[in-house]
């Protein structure tokens, strides 16, 4: 393969595909932290989590949010399948503040609830971050 | 023979018809279009998926998930049935609910009783008069499904297979085949065919993948998201078949009414000529008359 310092992006929605291009860098939110891609990076097979999906090309940055899904990368091509992924300018900030609101006011009766509240605050705090950033 | 101002009167309001009817053809020309691109714009990410959900199946050594297991002792199941919001769309309705009675009265011969979530308003009408029970699913949805409206029903019917509520899961709704072809179809969302796993060939399977974390836990989030995903390109489906289903009726009704317009344009001409005829028998019988 020719020597080449980027490689192929594609964020795929079940919607529409968001992005395609390509990277320099990749930092994708896996399940179970942040998690960086190169050019020439093993194969890969990711479970996503809630996160910021950051994509550096030779043409800019881009700054998605991502809500779960999968991640893929072979032969320098990095796939990344969720249900959800918006851009900065897609993020409605008055739906996602009353999104935060609600969040805060979620039950906390069991473990299962506090781990929805929580990945709901999450949702909502990186969302927010993003539409500032 | 009506008069000639009759038949004048008469052509005018079918003129009037054809300009409605026409246009509705445009409108649903260019939705079509919209739906049909939206329809396209879910295929590479079912593509995706069902590549990865073969590639992790290649390495785990017998793919068993609640979502495959049939469950045979449970003398219930679920179907969704789409249909349209608005008519005047020729057969659309009649044959997705003619193919839906038709699988529902099988499914209660055989002793399975189903819950019925249906989707459009007319359905809904059409079961209320024939006095079924239905849940009306989804009123809000549009011509736009997004997933984010599909997504809380898919993983409600998940949930009852699961639980074991529900032994299957079918959805009624028109295929889309090409834009000639478009076909009322039962599907299979739940349990998933074996087919979900293994259906695509592909050269990859040798690639290493590093898996986090390990396929088994990758496979059991992978299959809720394909049938989540099926369900989905149902929807867009329907809707991309509804809108040419409009478009060929409304072209139906536009040919009519030109036809019809030809046809009184016809009685007219007929019409007036008779009537100068007997004019000038009047003329000249009057002429004669007075020699």
């Known amino acids: 393969m020719a020597k080449t310092s980027t490689f192929h992006c594609s964020v795929i929605t079940p919607e529409r595909p968001v992005l395609e291009c390509e990277a320099s860098f990749v930092s994708f939110p896996a399940h179970d932290g942040e998690m960086g891609a190169l050019v020439n990076r093993g194969p890969l097979v990711c479970k996503l989590g809630i996160g910021a999906l950051r994509v550096e090309s030779p043409e800019g940055k881009h700054t998605l949010f991502v809500d779960g899904g999968f991640a893929q990368i072979a032969d320098n091509h990095l796939t990344i399948l969720t249900e959800q992924a918006k851009k900065k300018d897609e993020i409605d900030v008055a739906a996602v503040n009353a999104l935060m609101g609600e969040a805060r006011s979620m039950a906390t009766a069991t ?6 509240k929580s990945d709901a605050i999450k949702r909502a705090a990186i969302q927010i971050k993003i539409s500032k950033s | 023979m009506a008069s000639a101002r009759i038949i004048v009167k008469r052509r005018k309001t079918v003129r009037n018809i054809r300009k409605i009817t026409r246009t509705m053809q445009l409108i649903a020309t260019a ?6 691109a939206r329809a396209t714009a879910s295929k590479p990410y079912t593509e995706r998926l069902a590549r990865l959900v ?84 989804l009123p809000d949805i549009t011509d736009k499904p997004r997933f984010d409206q599909i997504e809380p029903l898919a993983n409600d019917l998940m949930g009852r297979f699961v639980a074991g509520e529900i032994a299957s899961v079918q959805v ?13 179809t039962v599907a299979q969302l739940l349990p998933l065919q074996q087919d979900a796993v293994e259906g695509v060939e592909e050269t990859s399977h040798n690639t290493q993948y590093d898996f986090s974390p390990d ?26 078949s509804e809108q040419i289903a409009r478009m060929v009726a409304m072209k139906a009704a536009t040919e009519a009414a030109g036809d019809m317009i030809t046809s009184l344009t016809r009685q007219y001409n007929r019409a007036r000529q008779t009537a100068i005829t007997m004019e000038l028998l009047d003329i000249v019988g009057g002429a004669n008359a007075l020699d």
């Open chain 1, 111 to 116: 473990v299962e609830a506090v781990e929805a």
């Open chain 2, 54 to 137: 073969s590639d992790l199946s290649s390495v785990t050594e017998e793919v068993t998930h609640p979502l495959m297991r049939p469950a045979a002792d449970v003398k219930k199941s679920a179907m969704v049935v789409i249909t349209s919001n608005r008519g005047l769309c020729g057969g659309y309705n009649s044959n997705v609910l003619r193919t839906a009675l038709s699988h529902l009265k099988c499914a209660e011969d055989a002793g399975i009783s189903s819950d019925v979530h249906m989707v459009g308003k007319k359905g809904c009408n059409y079961f209320k008069f024939l006095g079924r029970e239905f849940d009306e699913t």
């Open chain 2, 31 to 36: 939705r079509f279009q919209a739906a049909l």
């Open chain 2, 215 to 240: 396929p088994e836990a990758l496979l059991a989030d992978l299959l809720p998201a394909t049938v989540r995903i099926r369900l989905f390109q149902c929807f867009t489906e329907a809707i991309a």
């Open chain 2, 172 to 184: 009624c709704y028109m295929q889309f085949l090409s834009a000639g072809k478009q076909s009322a």
